[in-house]
Structure formats: C-alpha cells, structure tokens
C-alpha cells in the first residue's frame, strides 16, 4: 500500500462551485499532515497544515480523521486562480524526520 | 528576503556528463532536501541531510551524490549513472522535525 494516495483526477469544478478531495495514508502513527499547492511547472507550496480539530483559512477547509485515516481539502466560492494541483503530504512511516507526498489531486476551474 | 534558491533554473547537458545542482537556503534551516519529479508524478526523496557535515539516502539515491559542509548550502550532483536524469529536481528546507519543508524554484534537467 502507498504511503499517501489521492484521485488524480482532474476535478472540473465550474467557478463558484465548491469541490472537495480526500486523501488517505498508510501510517496509523503519522504526527504532521499538510496540503501543498502546485503550479504547473512551479514547486509546490503550503497551503495548510491540517489540524486534529480540523482547520480553515477562508475559503479553504481541511480535516483531519484519524480512524480512517484519511484527510481531506474543501475549496469554496471556486475561483479561476485556484486551479492547480493540491498534494497531500503525511510524515513518513519510516520514523525520520521525512515526509510523504501524494501524487496530487488536478482543480480545474472552469468559467 | 529569507527563503530557498536554486541555480540555474534550466539545465541542458550531454549524456555522460556529470552535473551539480545549487541549492542555497537563508532561513537557518537545519534540514535540507532533494526531490524529483517526473511529469504527473509524485515527489520521490533523493538525498536528505538533517545536520552539517551528515546525509541519508532518500528513496532513489542511486547515481545522484550530495555534500553539506554549510548549512545553508546542499549541492546535488546527477552523476552519469544515473540512468534517467531527465526531470525536475527541487530542493527543501525545513526548521523542525515533521515541520512544513519550504521548497525552493527547482531546476528543470535535460540530458539528451
């Protein structure tokens, strides 16, 4: 099993629709839980930490459920600036200071 | 401005060759890393380095050498055996262990 796995997609999402992507991970004991921002041929960037309580920043919301080991990302109010690849990132099971990347979920926004 | 850079941003190079990458962070990181890329890929760890003058291979190491003797500096070399060295190649920094990893602009590798 891999370590983080996400529907690639690409999620079309009409602008001003809301979309929404899981991501799970393999290791039960995983401690730190992101979601990075891709641009194409751009590196990637932090969008949130994900919280055990679950976190929002505007119009982005990320949760956390640890007994299903999964995390997930909700997009609001789509705008056309959002389209990129959202990577989800979990530390990695072999116990170093090492994280995992997923292979990212593709936000297409459409007018 | 603190943050991560990486030189050159495109790098065209014979078969053969041996090549290093830059990699230079400000932002007093202890941890650096080296990431690939390939198109529609997830990032896959090379080399890591959690401490001066100390480096653990990542997942793909082979053909790929790596040194820290500064902090703030990480060089990656793709050496010629290295059997697919095409790809994008991103550098990392992080402040604490599991912490957010900050990621430089990357360099684009082409090796024909």
């Known amino acids: ?111 | 401005d603190g943050g991560i850079t990486q030189s050159p941003k495109y790098l065209f190079r014979k078969e053969g060759q041996n090549v290093t990458l830059s990699c230079e962070q400000n932002l007093n990181h202890d941890a650096m890393y080296w990431y690939r890329q390939d198109p529609g890929q997830g990032l896959r760890l090379i080399y890591y380095s959690q401490i001066v003058n100390d480096f653990q291979k990542g997942d793909i190491a082979e053909g790929y050498s790596v040194s820290r003797e500064k902090k703030e500096s990480f060089p990656l070399t793709v050496t010629s055996a290295q059997k697919n060295p095409t790809a994008f190649y991103l550098c990392a920094s992080t402040k604490e262990t599991w912490g957010e990893q900050y990621f430089g602009p990357g360099t684009r590798l082409t090796v024909t």
């Not at chain 1, 921002?37 to 590196?43: M, W």
């Not at chain 1, 600036?81 to 990347?101: I, P, W």
């Open chain 1, 1 to 111: 099993r891999k370590e983080v796995e996400q529907d690639p997609g690409p999620f079309n999402v009409p602008e001003g629709a809301t979309v929404a992507f899981n991501c799970t991970y393999s290791n039960s004991a995983s401690q730190s839980f992101f979601w990075y921002r891709q641009d194409c041929r751009k590196e990637p960037k932090l969008l949130m930490s994900v919280y055990s309580s679950g976190n929002e920043d505007g119009r982005f919301t990320a949760q956390l459920n640890r007994a299903s080991q999964y995390i997930s990302l909700l997009i609001r109010d789509s705008k056309l600036s959002d389209s990129a690849t959202y990577l989800c990132v979990v530390n990695s099971r072999d116990g170093n200071n090492r994280l995992a990347f997923g292979k990212g979920n593709q936000v297409v926004v459409i007018p």
